[in-house]
């Protein structure tokens, strides 16, 4: 595995709750390096991004589109920021921060992915299909939007084109179990994998995943894993702001992690929604840095004795 590198992004305007801008602060308090350290893993911390002074000037294309010139200063940040480090050999990890930082953050891993001649995958891991444009949303939450910018899907002014738009039979979004009507037809028409939890229930956890990590794995592709608070129930993870119940387990989340790392294949990964206002004790924050323990290598067995609750 390439060394880590930390990125902060306290991304807030994807959605109207406050509260994910606190989100990589949490992460850190909460013992993020620490347990990277006892893997073993060499981390580089960059710090948080910070928004410019000045926003871009854009005219809003749908009227319900909140804190758009934001989000396009964000989504250039992060962009530039993940494609840099993985430039440089390294493994991007943008702690957020909610999930419109994927607008960048997938797009700096398609721009690198496009420079190094290798396919770009997607692993959604969200209990929401986040296949909105600017032009169909009628919430205005730019947060419900990143697959469909990374699928290339037109509406997207003022954001720049996205570079090498990934084909939807690299997209796989698991865990879904809130989809709006416009997004219902949009994927529709499309090829992208939607392992929902009805799928789940039915075939279990790793079958699907199994069936994307192989795909991944035979066109030597590049893997983005973008992890969403909301993945889990929120019986267990109570601190974001669009829960859905349903969600994975404890131990269905772990071996989602476990089953990534074993194929070595995750070149990126976004830890998103965490909304420490909501959360009880850290508990939140707490199993999300377990997920990545598992992510990064550490097994079922290896974890200490600990209280999430």
């Known amino acids: 595995m390439p060394p880590l590198t930390l990125i902060g992004a306290p991304v807030d305007s994807g959605q109207r709750q406050p509260g994910c801008l606190m989100g990589p602060a949490a992460y850190r308090v909460a013992g993020l390096q620490a347990m990277l350290a006892a893997l073993g893993h060499p981390t580089l911390d960059r710090g948080d991004l910070v928004l410019p002074a000045n926003l871009p000037a854009c005219d809003l294309p749908n009227p319900a589109l909140d804190q758009l010139p934001a989000t396009l200063a964000w989504t250039a940040l992060i962009r530039d920021a993940v494609q840099s ?172 992690c476990e089953m990534i790392h074993e194929t070595g294949l995750m070149t990126s990964l976004d830890l998103v929604e965490l909304n420490p206002a909501l959360d009880e004790r850290s508990r939140t924050a707490r199993l999300m840095i377990d997920l990545l323990g598992s992510l990064m290598g550490r097994k079922v067995f290896d974890r200490p004795t600990r209280s999430f609750t």
């Open 85 to 256: 480090e993985l430039d440089n050999g390294r493994l991007p990890i943008v702690l957020g921060g909610d999930h419109a930082l994927a607008l960048g953050s997938v797009s700096g891993a398609a721009a690198h992915a496009a420079r190094v001649g290798r396919p770009l995958f997607l692993l959604w891991l969200d209990a929401h299909s986040d296949f909105h444009t600017p032009l169909s949303t009628t919430s205005g939450n730019l947060h419900g939007t990143p697959v469909a910018y990374a699928a290339g899907r037109d509406g997207f002014a003022p954001f720049p084109p996205f570079p090498a738009p990934i084909p939807p039979e690299r997209i796989c979004l698991f865990g879904i179990r809130s989809v709006d009507p416009a997004e219902h037809v949009a994927l529709a028409e499309c090829e992208i994998a939607v392992n929902d939890m009805r799928v789940l229930d039915e075939q279990g956890i790793a079958a699907p995943l199994r069936v994307f990590l192989d795909h991944v794995n035979y066109a030597n592709g590049m893997l983005h894993v973008s992890l969403d608070v909301d993945f889990l129930d929120p019986a267990i993870a109570p601190a974001v702001g669009t829960t859905v119940p349903g969600g994975a387990t404890f131990r269905e989340a772990h071996l989602v």
